[in-house]
């Protein structure tokens, strides 16, 4: 398997615009979870959707931030408008709850720098 | 929260000595993980030890657990430069969702 592929890898844009980052979870993970890692704050979880339904969106910081997912194989993180202190790497990782490992499996994330 | 938080921040040591990263917490839990992060990359999972496992081991990494202290250490031994990245521990109570502690980032010198 190729493990968790997010696209794109780096991202700048300007203050204002539309950014939609994408993932694909490894087949046949149940869980998908959208991450945000800065300096300042760490890793935070921003949201985790189990069978495609979003479970709890609790850590989204605002209502600039969407996040969807309409398959087993498909996820998008979109910011709009984007600010500069959205600026950070997002990582999406998914899991298997069938195995009671917990592991989470993350891809190579998305750093957004915006202007 | 129960978060980990994990102990020092930063290690710098040389190549060949024993590094020993700590994870404090709050609540109870089912189990607890560490996880590598190598710059630029995504976390990669090391090990998981269970709340009723006492120590773990794999290859270089020994981990250890003490649910009454409610922390746990994760040692490398013989470090590489390799080695060289940020390290996270992360606690999963009742709810399956496991909780990322800061990190401590670990410099191995050649």
């Known amino acids: 398997d190729a493990g968790v592929i997010q696209s794109p890898r780096h991202e700048v844009t300007e203050m204002g615009q539309e950014v939609t980052l994408r993932c694909k979870p490894i087949?046949?993970?149940?869980?998908l979870f959208w991450y945000r890692q800065t300096m300042m704050r760490g890793l935070e979880l921003l949201i985790y959707f189990n069978n495609n339904v979003p479970i709890d969106d609790s850590g989204m910081p605002e209502d600039r931030f969407s996040a969807k997912m309409p398959n087993a194989s498909f996820s998008t993180l979109k910011i709009q408008p984007s600010e500069p202190r959205d600026s950070a790497v997002y990582f999406c990782?998914?899991?298997?709850?069938?195995?009671?490992?917990?592991?989470?499996?993350f891809g190579p994330g998305t750093r957004l720098t915006v202007l | 929260s129960q978060q980990g938080e994990e102990d020092p921040q930063a290690l710098s040591i040389q190549e060949g000595e024993n590094a020993t990263m700590n994870c404090s917490y709050k609540t109870s839990i089912n189990n607890l993980q560490w996880y590598r992060q190598n710059s630029g990359r995504g976390l990669v999972h090391l090990i998981l030890i269970r709340s009723n496992e006492r120590e773990k081991h794999s290859g270089r990494l020994r981990v250890t657990l003490d649910t009454s202290k409610k922390s746990s250490s994760l040692l490398i031994t013989a470090s590489r430069a390799a080695d060289t990245a940020s390290y996270f521990c992360?606690?999963?109570?009742?709810?399956?969702?496991?909780?990322f502690g800061r990190g401590t980032s670990l410099i191995v010198h050649p």
């Open positions: 992360a606690t999963r109570g009742g709810s399956y969702i496991p909780t």
């Open positions: 087949s046949g993970h149940d869980y």
């Open positions: 990782a998914s899991s298997f709850r069938g195995t009671s490992t917990d592991t989470q499996y």
